[in-house]
């Protein structure tokens, strides 16, 4: 029961580089999420998708891209990484449901020099 | 918009101790609630649910109402046990926008033996 998967687990980046953070779930979820966690703020969503093909702006999108190419993996991309985008971030999923639970990895956490 | 409000912590408790999370929230139409946990470096988990008023959710002896006419989700315990330290986070999920999740500030809670 893998669930929701994501890679890296950590990792460092300098200012100004780029990177791809990688969400992969096996649940056949319509639904996508990347939040960022920062201590005191509790999570924020930076991206959502309803659907394949599909992707949406969430509160905090500023400096980040999506892609769902398929539906079981979300994309999110840092084109130009900053040292305010270090954080903790995770992926969820959840069925069209809403009054279902998301089901979440286990974290990115990603340190922008 | 939709919001969540949690008691500040941290909150920090001896074993067997009675505790208490407040949570109130602040949405139009009819929210489903939740409560999730985390742990140290792991992914958040769904704790319990309710989702219409009055309505119940309960799970690990952890319980928490939902009370639409106060707008609020807290969440109790009577008698917490070292392994319930951890973060825990009060959040909504409407219909509409993506069926996200908006989430607290989180509180975390430490039991000492």
């Known amino acids: 029961n893998a669930g929701v998967t994501q890679t890296p687990k950590f990792r460092v980046l300098k200012t100004g580089q780029s990177m791809t953070l990688l969400c992969a779930q096996d649940?056949?979820?319509?639904?996508m999420y990347w939040y960022r966690q920062d201590p005191g703020m509790g999570l924020r969503l930076i991206h959502y998708?309803?659907?394949?093909?599909?992707?949406a702006k969430g509160e905090v999108p500023d400096g980040y891209n999506v892609s769902r190419l398929k539906k079981q993996n979300f994309l999110l991309g840092l084109e130009s990484a900053a040292p305010s985008q270090t954080s903790v971030y995770f992926c969820?999923?959840?069925?069209?449901?809403?009054?279902?639970?998301?089901?979440f990895g286990n974290g990115t956490r990603l340190t922008v020099t | 918009g939709d919001s969540v409000t949690q008691m500040e912590g941290p909150v920090t408790l001896s074993e067997e101790a009675f505790l208490t999370i407040n949570c109130t929230y602040t949405?139009?139409?009819?929210?489903?609630l939740f409560w999730y946990v985390q742990y140290p470096g792991e992914g958040l988990q769904l704790l319990l649910k309710?989702?219409?008023?009055?309505d119940k959710g309960s799970n690990k002896g952890f319980e928490a109402t939902y009370r639409k006419e106060t707008t609020s989700f807290h969440l109790e315990k009577g008698s917490v046990q070292v392994s319930d330290s951890a973060v825990y986070f009060c959040?909504?999920?409407?219909?509409?926008?993506?069926?996200?999740?908006?989430f607290g500030e989180g509180t975390q809670l430490t039991v000492n033996p």
């Open positions: 649940m056949n979820h319509e639904y």
């Open positions: 969820a999923s959840s069925s069209t449901l809403y009054n279902s639970p998301l089901h």
């Open positions: 949405a139009t139409g009819y929210p489903s």
């Open positions: 998708s309803v659907g394949e093909g599909t992707t």
């Open positions: 309710a989702t219409k008023a009055d």
């Open positions: 959040a909504l999920r409407q219909e509409t926008s993506g069926s996200r999740l908006t």
